[in-house]
């Protein structure tokens, strides 16, 4: 596989789960990051890892949890979500400290319903 | 202060023609770098094309340029010769300086091509 890739594609959770939103890249990038997209307002950015360490988390409520294990793979753990929550997660990666013309790469997104 | 600012919530388009999206930036740094995103129906944030701030020529790609304004602060893309298969929503983003590498984005516009 070649890219970023999310799984899955899409969710629907009550409010009481727990669900883990995965994201993979093959790019041999460095740093990664989760974004929110939701109806009508600009892409917000939650959190950047870079070299598996997070850099940056822009007061994202504490129900979002995410993990780095390794520059590969990215993950976003999910517990008592809200209604409002319901959005399209997109994942994107960079190769960071390099002057790069193409920004991220990003994957398809998962598509979370909150119920 | 919003930093990229997308005029144009939507726009229509008759197919074969040429079509201008507008964008505007506010930055004080003098190294950043303007991008131009094409976000279908599927959801998956597509790389247009790109223009760093020291470039003095206008970045093409195919039928996408992009119109880099740098006294007026604006990055608008230029799509020649539109085709059903464009429609979609276009993202206007910026990097700014610094090893953090974050994307800010606008608002987006949806941009429909008539046959």
């Known amino acids: 596989e070649t890219g970023v890739t999310q799984t899955p594609r899409h969710l629907v959770m009550g409010m009481t789960n727990k669900k883990s939103l995965k994201c993979e890249q093959h790019l041999g990038h460095n740093a990664m990051y989760w974004y929110k997209q939701s109806a009508k307002k600009p892409l917000e950015l939650m959190f950047v890892y870079s070299l598996e360490e997070r850099v940056e988390n822009n007061s994202v409520p504490s129900r979002f949890s995410p993990e780095c294990p390794n520059s590969s793979h990215l993950f976003l753990h999910l517990h008592t979500l809200q209604p409002e929550d319901s959005a399209l997660y997109l994942c994107?990666?960079?190769?960071?400290?390099?002057?790069?013309?193409?920004?991220?790469?990003f994957g398809s997104g998962t598509r979370l319903t909150v119920v | 202060a919003q930093k990229i600012t997308q005029t144009q919530p939507g726009m229509f388009v008759q197919e074969k023609e040429a079509v201008t999206l507008d964008c505007t930036y506010d930055t004080s740094d003098q190294s950043y770098g303007l991008f131009w995103y094409k976000q279908p129906s599927s959801g998956e944030m597509i790389f247009l094309i790109y223009q760093g701030s020291y470039d003095e020529q206008n970045a093409t790609e195919g039928r996408y340029s992009l119109n880099f304004q740098k006294a007026r602060k604006s990055a608008n893309l230029v799509i020649s010769a539109s085709q059903l298969g464009d429609s979609a929503m276009y993202f206007c983003a910026m990097r700014e300086g610094g090893g953090a590498q974050k994307l800010v984005f606008g608002q987006g516009t949806r941009l429909t091509i008539n046959p």
């Open positions: 994107a990666s960079s190769q960071r400290w390099t002057v790069e013309d193409y920004g991220y790469t």
